[in-house]
């Protein structure tokens, strides 16, 4: 059984529990990717968020793994009940089985499973894994950011090209240095890929429009801080993981020295 009050930057500890993770979300996306394109159960939960038994069958096998190897742990997934005893856990798993369900649905590729390791309220693993294009992005706190198992870095630089800027147009044309007209990015549908394009250069800066959820950031952001890149909020502020409230406001993603100048440029013109 896991010890939540050892020292969890422990090397055994971590190193265990980063091979089940690594296990455990591929193991995942393998069975979200046999499910993919075939007749699925569908409905909607809340407003307008789609759910199908593909998102309930990956999240009952991720719970099965990781719970079952590590009984002390917290635990936060988009597709269980919240159990409010995860406050008191020192190590938490926040989970997304299928981060992008609309893609999913519609048989688009831009979806993932992501999951994430916090100690108190900041990642310490993550892994994001999109079986579609085989990319699987893994980090480890303080040891980097890998891509199929290749050392990653974010862009380097502080200029922005909008065309590798991805996120809500209105909300980056805030950015933009005249009223011409610019040209984004595709929209990237999961949001945990979108912000991981920045952790190995594909993007110059992702944005998270508003009301996201730990589930969709977690393994991202600690995918791109150990890219030298950073996420924050507008602000520059860390965002925070495991907390009562998990809804988050509008975040950036981006190079360390992008994302300083978009953190400075926001400071000064305030969204409304």
């Known amino acids: 059984m896991a010890d939540v009050d050892a020292n969890p930057t422990d090397r055994s500890i971590l190193t265990r ?3 089940l993770l690594q296990d455990a979300v591929r193991e995942a996306g393998a069975l979200a990717r046999s499910m993919f394109r075939t007749e699925l159960r569908k409905w909607t939960k809340g407003a307008s968020s789609p759910v ?12 099965t793994r990781l719970r079952a190897a590590t009984p002390d742990y917290g635990w936060l997934s988009e597709e269980s009940a919240d159990d409010a005893a995860r406050l008191s856990r020192r190590l938490t798993w926040i989970v997304d089985p299928i981060d992008g369900t609309r893609n999913y649905l519609n048989g688009h590729d831009e ?4 999951v994430a390791l916090v100690e108190d309220a900041t990642p310490v693993l993550a892994a994001v894994f999109a079986p579609t294009s085989d990319e699987f992005f893994f980090a480890a706190r303080g040891q980097g950011t ?5 050392p990653v870095r974010a862009a380097s630089g502080s200029e922005l090209d909008f065309s590798r800027v991805a996120g809500p147009k209105p909300l980056v044309e805030r950015l933009k240095p005249s009223l011409g007209e610019i040209m984004l990015h595709p929209r990237i549908g999961s949001l945990a890929l979108r912000l991981c394009r920045v952790a190995h250069g594909a993007l110059d800066a992702a944005f998270a429009g508003g009301n996201s959820h730990d589930w969709d950031l977690a393994a991202a952001d600690l995918i791109v801080q150990e890219a030298d890149g950073r996420m924050s909020d507008l602000s520059g502020d860390p965002i925070l993981y495991n907390r009562r409230e998990v809804a988050h406001g509008v975040l950036v993603a981006a190079g360390r020295d992008r994302h300083a100048n978009i953190v400075a440029h926001f400071r000064a013109r305030p969204l409304p």
């Open 111 to 114: 979806w993932c499973v992501s």
């Open 52 to 63: 199908s038994e593909a998102d309930i069958a990956v999240n009952e096998l991720l719970e």
């Open 17 to 19: 529990d980063a091979a």
């Open 146 to 150: 890998t891509l199929n198992g290749a």
